[in-house]
């Protein structure tokens, strides 16, 4: 049965720092030496993001740090090889401060593109992997919204980058068993707590890509009368690459959490990718042809090149996608939310295919069907 996806919203922070601001306000905390800085500057210039947003950024991007008031800022300059940074309880406490304000406002828009009364939602999904605490989102989300306190609440978490692909198959589980059941899924993320302090190159290029957002949508098993859903989810899929345990993980560290990023990502999944989604696009009947529209999670430039490499795709088919990147950085799982957002503009009328990658590596994929005329 398919599951209508009848509203989206996206709430980014209302500040954001420039990709070049970024490099020169943090480079201090990861840089021993002119070549670690030239190296980062690369890395930052070819990240494909122009500007990311941080719930940590002020009115001036050296607000994000400063070396002579460590009470005030929350990151501050290095001030040996031994300093890490704050510790991971201090970066809980940004996350609890920060996270559900954000959240709220994507579940708002969420509620207001749908038309959906706030008092209708039955269960909530919640998805990050960016933080921890409790009581959490989901229960200030029922605060925060008037939702009956009776509504059910699930967590996704700490499943990385396809965590949202996972949070819509809960909601799908659930209105497939309730045909009156109304699911709010929300995903917030505030990856900029964990910026890695010290120099290893793929903490480097974390720090070059993720961001702060949240996403949410509004699911439902039925249409509303007299409105069309944003999309309708057919089918979903998982796929756990073999012997790559290496390429990508997310560790919790006492200095944050703590990414690991093979630069044999993108190549896994070029050589990997096809293999797997043929067989799963012929359940349906599809093959890769059949595909109106790709929404692909742009974890970073390469990440996008090597779908478009293995699925012989246009720059066209993933405009959206580092459109997204290059306005918002990765927002980890929220970012799939904002690309398939950004691509009810496209009036895509058809099947649309919805691309995640996360640790394990593993890659994830929902089979939509667009009506966005």
């Not at 601001?21 to 670690?36: G, K, L, P, R, V």
């Not at 910026?195 to 903490?203: A, E």
């Not at 496209?346 to 995640?356: R, T």
Request: glycine share 8%.
């Amino acid at each position: 049965m398919a599951m209508l996806i009848s509203g989206i919203g996206t709430a980014a922070p209302a500040s954001r720092i420039p990709q070049m601001d970024a490099y020169s306000a943090m480079s201090n905390t990861c840089c021993d030496s002119d070549e670690h800085r030239r190296v980062m500057e690369m890395i930052y210039q070819g990240s494909g993001v122009k500007h990311r947003g941080s719930v940590l950024v002020g009115a001036e991007p050296d607000d994000f740090i400063r070396a002579d008031d460590r009470d005030e800022f929350f990151f501050y300059e290095r001030e040996n090889e031994e300093d890490h940074g704050p510790s991971t309880q201090e970066r809980m406490r940004q996350y609890e401060q920060h996270a559900l304000p954000l959240a709220i406002k994507s579940s708002v828009a969420a509620l207001r593109d749908a038309g959906q009364d706030a008092r209708e939602i039955t269960h909530i999904v919640t998805v990050s992997c960016s933080g921890f605490n409790s009581p959490g989102v989901d229960m200030g989300l029922i605060e925060e919204l008037g939702l009956n306190r009776n509504t059910s609440r699930t967590h996704v978490g700490f499943m990385g980058c396809h965590g949202s692909f996972n949070g819509l198959r809960v909601a799908h589980g659930y209105t497939a068993a309730d045909p009156d059941a109304v699911v709010l899924m929300c995903s917030v993320e505030l990856c900029s707590l964990h910026h890695h302090y010290g120099w290893t190159t793929d903490k480097v290029i974390a720090n070059a890509l993720f961001a702060d957002g949240s996403g949410a949508v509004i699911c439902r098993s039925s249409k509303i009368e007299d409105r069309k859903p944003a999309y309708q989810l057919i089918r979903s899929g998982s796929f756990l690459v073999p012997n790559t345990k290496f390429a990508m993980s997310w560790r919790i560290g006492n200095h944050g959490f703590e990414m690991t990023l093979s630069q044999k990502v993108p190549a896994l999944i070029e050589e990997h990718l096809v293999g797997w989604l043929t067989p799963f696009l012929a359940r349906e009947g599809l093959t890769i042809k059949d595909i109106a529209g790709w929404a692909i999670h742009p974890g970073g430039p390469r990440i996008l090149d090597s779908c478009l490499a293995a699925l012989s795709l246009s720059n066209s088919h993933v405009a959206p996608a580092r459109e997204v990147l290059e306005k918002h950085g990765n927002m980890s799982s929220s970012t799939i939310l904002f690309v398939l957002d950004r691509m009810r503009e496209e009036k895509i009328n058809g099947p649309v295919v919805a691309l995640g990658f996360g640790p394990g590596l593993a890659i994830e994929a929902m089979l939509l069907k667009a009506e966005n005329v």
